[in-house]
């Protein structure tokens, strides 16, 4: 057995953490040593395969001893796709992990002391959550069409008939959908070649109506008889209400294009989220746990104690995903949002909800919120990954609304960004609440509230 901190060498390690993108960490002559598919208290023979001059990556080739966290997943490739990492943990650790992780985030990034972060809220589901699945589609070497998600750093497809993480209801039309595809004899995508024509298969479906929407992702607008099996694929389905074309000619790894055709059926679905009718379309964004997004935007309402009386507004607002519920409880509420499509389709949900204290404005954060004509009392901010620009957070600081709720799925950024917004003491942080929306997965939501110090 080669030992030694070189290149392809067998050690032998204890996983002491996970770390924030989800492996287990041991430590092998003062180095750390990333591993995938392991947990804290496992003991393990690894192959050294990616060394650097600190640390290193590690492929686990034995498990000798099993942590008391490590479980059975509940899928037979989960060792292989990429789509989850953690369903060899039981879900207990992993929102201890995931408390831990945001608290260490606001304490080493943020500089907070003894951030006041509350109790994780866990789901009563940790399977079956997803409402929207995309799968990209390839050929297996005998020719037949495949689904599923890239192996682990790679883009090769894990073939799947089913996703435990996935809406249960869905799984029918991964199997019986590819069936067809391959029936139809229609091209698939060769991203080396740039050759081919479907790329994806998208599904979304409304968590508490049912209503399926399905997209396929292709090069050209035009498919050999895709009209006829869309309508097949309507009368096949009662669940499913509309079948999508998005139009992706480009190379790269952006899934979706700018242009989406809608085939047979509606251009979207509907849902219920906390008790009002929303419409999405196939590239709308919405959380994908929707009942973890319910429970959190509850608790935010809860938390800010709201009297009727206040003015608020919602930065990033989409398609209305909490400016909505947020309206029922102020006086006046505006989104913002730079999105033009999401901007039509926050009014229109507004219009089929009777919200009539609500407005929809497109354009950048910076640009609007100095423009309106009141101070707002509470500044919701969603903003996306990589968190707040400068500009936006020079911005708030000089509006200097009474309170911010900052919800965010990186914790590193949400501590760096509330870092920002207090210096000099402008902003007190006084509550941070972690949900878990991904269960399975290494990825937290948060929400955070500053209160504004006098």
Known sequence: MTQGYQQGSLVELEITDLSNSGDGVGHFEGRAIFVADTVTGDHVLVRLVH???QYAYGKLQKLLSPSQH???PSCIVADKCGGCQWQHIDETYQRIVKQNHVIKSLEYIGRFKNPP???ILAPKMGLGYRNKVTYPLGRSAAGNVQGGYFRRNSHQIINLNQCPIQDS?????LVEVKKDIQEQGWSIYDEKRHQGKLRHLSLRIGRHTGEVLLTLVSTDKKLRNVDTQAQTWLKRYPDLVGVSL??????GNVISGQETLTIAGRSYLREIFVG???HLGPDTFFQVNTEAAETLINKIIEQLNLTGTEQLVDAY???GTFTLPLAQQVQQIIGLEVNSTS???ARKNAQLNGINNVSFLMGTVESLLPQLSFLPDVVILDPPRKGCDQSVIETLRNVRPSYIVYISCQPPTLARDLQKLCQGKTYELIWVQPSDFFPQTFHIECAALLKLNS
């Open 246 to 251: 998005n139009h992706n000619p480009d190379r």
């Open 70 to 72: 490590r479980l059975r």
């Open 343 to 345: 901007v039509t389709q």
């Open 317 to 319: 607002c989409g398609i």
């Open 169 to 173: 209801r869905l799984n029918p039309l």
């Open 51 to 53: 060394i650097k001059k």
């Open 276 to 278: 009002l009718e929303l």
């Open 117 to 119: 972060v509350v109790p």
